[in-house]
Every structure is written in C-alpha cells, then in structure tokens.
C-alpha cells in the first residue's frame, strides 16, 4: 500500500468515527483508532504519540453496582471480566487535536488535506 493509500485510509476510518461517536468508547474502538495512528505514521513520517489514548486511560467497565442495604450490608461493583473504556470526553478531544494538528496552516498541506 502507498502512503497515500495508508493516508487516504487512515482518515477515511477517522471521519467515520468521528461522524459517527460510539455510546460508549470500549478497548475495540481505541484499538481501531490507534490502527488509524498507525496508518497516519506510516504515512506522514511523525511522531503521532502525544495524540493516542494511554492505558491508564482505559478503565474495567461496570456492568452492575448494587447499593448497600439498610443494614449496611452488602453492596458492591461487578466489572466486566474483559473489557475496558476509555471516558468519552478524553477520546474525542484527543480525536479533535489530532484533526487541528493536521489542519493547522503552518503545516504543508500533504495528500490533499
């Protein structure tokens, strides 16, 4: 694949995601996001980290909580045995600086963006 195509395919998934925010942003969506980083490295030759979503970003998911009864028993947080999320709010303003780092005009405009 040319670094245009990588380039071109790379963004093709970022709007996408972009267009379309999932409810919720599990460990399959950072995965995907983080293959589209990939591509755009690949592609561009730069250094992309500061822009990916770090591991201690990424939380079990809470599939129940039950309150604690009157009698102060009980209670307590089940997580789902697997997966992880990442808080919304910090994935899409990760997603956001990564487009204004490729919009800004003091960069050179490469493969039509």
């Keep these: 694949m040319t670094s245009e195509q990588k380039w071109n ?3 093709s998934k970022l709007d996408a995601l972009k267009a379309n925010p999932p409810s919720e942003f599990d460990d399959s969506h950072v995965r995907e996001y983080h293959e589209a980083l990939a591509l755009l490295r690949e592609a561009s ?3 992309i980290s500061p822009f990916e979503i770090p591991t201690d970003k990424l939380e079990r998911k809470i599939i ?3 309150r604690r009864g009157s009698s102060g028993r009980g209670g307590g947080i089940q997580y789902h045995p697997t997966k992880k999320v990442c808080d919304a709010n ?3 303003r990760q997603l956001a600086a990564l487009y204004a780092y ?3 005009p003091e960069r050179p405009k490469k493969y039509g963006f």
């Design 64 to 66: 129940s909580v039950q």
């Design 102 to 104: 490729f919009s800004s």
């Design 45 to 47: 030759g730069e250094d």
């Design 9 to 11: 395919l790379a963004w």
């Design 90 to 92: 910090f994935f899409m």
